[in-house]
């Protein structure tokens, strides 16, 4: 069983009700696995449906951590913070590694550190003595200044309402030298604003309002629950802008009906681990192991 510390959420003021309350209500969900139905063969299907995906964002961390190891030419060590930790899946590769001596998980939904976090750490063999899950705001964390060596992030950069106060609260937790990884989705720099706000400002889905605990005749965009649209150019501006030497591992789909791309995709096979090795991130790596449309976010605290 981890820890837990239990932070003052409300010392946060940027963080929106409607979000805690719609992941409050994503963790009753997925931890009760099949709660809208009375059928144990129904009810069998969702839990199954949820332990896969929890095996499947479990696989593809490890591939991308493995990647941000070959990129920074060292191993995770040390003391590691995954911020907005959801089910602490992150939270959980990190614990994996002999040399990390401890891992605080902080995550502004009670539900999930206490209830789905558990269940998903123990899945996927996490070692939950070296975690701590902290019900807290990554822009407000209780940690000292320079005192973390690594701190992680899987896709929930993106839902912060104070992007350059979340960034700035990681750089002044990291040590000296030290490392955020981020994996977050971001667009390309040619994506006008008029677009972006497209995919912000689209509605929710009825299964979404409800799965988020939403009133399904009221009007709710992904901006209302706390979505926000990213380029690769506004991720470096960002982190640069905070004092980090920043980098961004693109990746990019390719189509198995183009001879070219299959070209691509061998060359990547062969020749891309190297290539991330010397650090060479000005290229879209054609993906060889993870998902298109995601951007892997490596930015060192200068020394």
């Not at 199954?48 to 191993?75: H, P």
């Not at 290539?275 to 991130?281: A, F, G, H, Y």
């Amino acid at each position: 069983m981890i820890k837990i510390e239990k932070w003052n959420i409300n010392e946060d003021d940027h963080v929106l009700d409607v979000a805690i309350s719609g992941q409050n209500n994503q963790a009753s969900y997925s931890f009760e696995s099949g709660r809208k139905t009375d059928s144990p063969d129904l009810q069998k299907k969702e839990q199954n449906r949820i332990l896969k995906k929890m095996d499947i964002v479990s696989n593809r961390y490890k591939k991308y951590l493995s990647i941000a190891e070959k990129f920074m030419n060292k191993e995770l060590s040390g003391r590691v913070v995954d911020m907005g930790a959801g089910r602490g899946t992150f939270a959980g590769v990190a614990s994996i590694h002999n040399d990390v001596i401890e891992v605080f998980a902080v995550e502004y939904s009670a539900g999930f550190v206490e209830n789905v976090m558990p269940v998903c750490l123990e899945r996927m063999g996490a070692k939950s003595e070296k975690i701590t899950g902290c019900i807290g705001s990554f822009n407000n964390t209780k940690f000292n200044d320079n005192s973390v060596d690594f701190v992680l992030e899987g896709g929930a950069y993106h839902h912060s309402e104070d992007i350059q106060k979340t960034i700035s609260e990681t750089f002044r937790i990291l040590k000296p030298g030290g490392w955020f990884i981020g994996i977050d989705r971001s667009h390309p720099n040619h994506i006008t604003e008029v677009e972006l706000n497209k995919f912000r400002f689209k509605e929710l889905s009825v299964s979404q309002k409800e799965n988020y605990g939403l009133p399904i005749d009221k009007s709710f965009t992904r901006a209302d629950w706390g979505e926000h649209e990213y380029r690769e150019c506004d991720w470096l501006h960002f982190f640069s802008s905070q004092g980090f030497e920043s980098h961004l591992i693109r990746f990019r789909s390719v189509s198995k009906r183009s001879f070219r791309s299959i070209l691509k995709l061998l060359f990547f096979y062969a020749f891309g681990n190297f290539l991330i090795s010397r650090k060479v991130s000005t290229i879209p790596y054609t993906v060889w192991f993870g998902e298109p449309g995601r951007t892997l976010i490596m930015c060192k605290k200068p020394n």
